[in-house]
């Protein structure tokens, strides 16, 4: 059983940054790969960023490539989304998600989610 907790969400104006962060409980967060999803009202989650747990290596949607860096520090248990460049479109429910699944943009790939964070960005 594993369970994540976010946190570092609010409100920012366009063009501004934020950085949040996932706790993970466990002594097995670094047997999984971490992923943040997003949900808006009325639309789909959205995958935003992966990071895996064989090699690390990370994956980000369309949407936010470029702006968004997604980081593990294993010792602490945790995730990092950093956002920089954000826009109003970036307004969401954020969730934080763990899981054993190859496919990293798919929801169903996780098993462990948070409870989420908004964040809010104005314009």
């Known amino acids: 059983q594993v369970q994540l907790v976010e946190s570092g969400g609010g409100l920012v104006q366009a063009g501004g940054s934020l950085r949040l962060s996932c706790a993970a409980s466990g002594r097995t967060f670094s047997s999984y790969t971490m992923g943040w999803f997003r949900q808006a009202p009325g639309k789909e989650r959205e995958f935003v960023t992966a990071i895996s747990r064989i090699d690390g290596s990370t994956y980000y949607g369309d949407s936010v490539k470029g702006r968004f860096t997604i980081s593990r520090d294993n010792a602490k248990n945790t995730v990092y989304l950093q956002m920089n460049s954000l826009k109003p479109e970036d307004t969401a429910v954020y969730y934080c998600?763990?899981?054993?699944?190859?496919?990293?943009?798919?929801?169903?790939?996780?098993?462990?989610w948070g409870q989420g964070t908004q964040v809010t960005v104005s314009s």
């Open positions: 998600a763990a899981g054993v699944g190859s496919r990293y943009d798919s929801s169903s790939s996780y098993t462990y």
